[in-house]
């Protein structure tokens, strides 16, 4: 779930990751960093280890700090794979 998407103050979206399983999971966050018309500037993702029944905040740098004011909006992919 996206908390907060990245600005020229704040270079980093902010994700909150819930792992609804009984052990500890290794999550991949995916981010689209989209501009005013949609369209997608920058992909990227992260990853974060959740405990189980718990929930994790990932902070996700932009990739390119140079465009951080060109970005309108973030999109976060609704369900992280688990990795581990």
Known sequence: MLIHCASTDDPYATVEVRNP???EGLFTVRVSFKDEHGFTMIDTSDQVSVSAKDK??????VASAG?????DHCEVNPRATADR
């Open 67 to 71: 465009r951080v004011d060109e970005i």
């Open 21 to 23: 399983n009984g052990r």
């Open 56 to 61: 994790a905040t990932l902070r996700v740098p």
